[in-house]
Structure formats: C-alpha cells, structure tokens
C-alpha cells in the first residue's frame, strides 16, 4: 500500500528558511519522480516542483523558482524540499507527492494546475508564514 507522509510544516517568519521532508512506504522509491503540490488558503491546489527518478533533474514553478530546492535520497527513501527567502504567499498545506516515470523523462506538465496528474500524494504539512 503506498504511503506518503510530509512532516516539517512550522511558523516561518518571512525572509526566513525551512525544509520540510517525505517518507514513502509501499513502493519502490527509485522508480518514482517525486514532487510537492501546495494550497494557499483559498486558492487552487497548484504543482510546484518535482524532481525526476532517473538523472535527478528538477522542475520549478514560476512561483517559487530560485528559491525553493525539491532533493531527494534514494537511499533513505526521502524527498526534501527545502524554501529559502519565504513570502507570506508561500503560506498554505504542502503536499509530497508521487509521480510513475514519464515517457520522455520530464515533468513540466506537474507543475501549476497539472498536479492531479501526481499518480498519489500525502495528507500534507502546514506552513505559515508570519512576523
């Protein structure tokens, strides 16, 4: 049974950084693209990274491009996404999520209003972001 489970969620305050992390079980992580999805309060579910399985490539949303960093650690079986520079519209539950490989090997089309194409993804973590 696929699990994913996101922990790290904090208050941050803005300009500040955190790192928050996902743990998988039921299948093979390596054989995964893994990404985050994130929803602000009152506004769409939108992807906004993703890292591939096989060369470890990596996909940004406009959004948080420059300052966020999805990793992942195939032998802890652990994705990361780390957000530095923090602005209070990057408030909201993030999601982890998990993608079966594409035919191409990219994955743009996870990113914004594409994430429901994530095969699967966790309950999600809270970020908020406050002075």
């Known amino acids: 049974q696929l699990q994913i489970v996101e922990s790290g969620g904090a208050l941050v305050q803005p300009g500040g950084s955190l790192t928050l992390s996902c743990t998988v079980s039921?299948?093979?992580?390596?054989?995964?693209?893994m990404g985050w999805l994130r929803q602000a309060p009152g506004k769409e579910r939108e992807g906004i990274a993703c890292?591939?399985?096989?060369?470890?490539?990596?996909y940004y949303a406009d959004s948080v491009k420059g300052r966020f960093t999805v990793s992942r650690d195939n032998a802890k079986k652990v994705a990361y996404l780390q957000m530095h520079n923090v602005k209070p519209e990057d408030a909201g539950v993030y999601y982890c999520a998990a993608e079966t490989p594409s035919y191409d090997g990219t994955y743009y089309y996870l990113l914004g209003d594409g994430w429901a194409r994530f095969d699967a993804w966790g309950q999600g973590t809270q970020v908020n972001v406050s002075s």
């Open positions: 039921g299948f093979t992580f390596v054989n995964y693209a």
């Open positions: 890292i591939s399985d096989r060369d470890g490539s990596t």
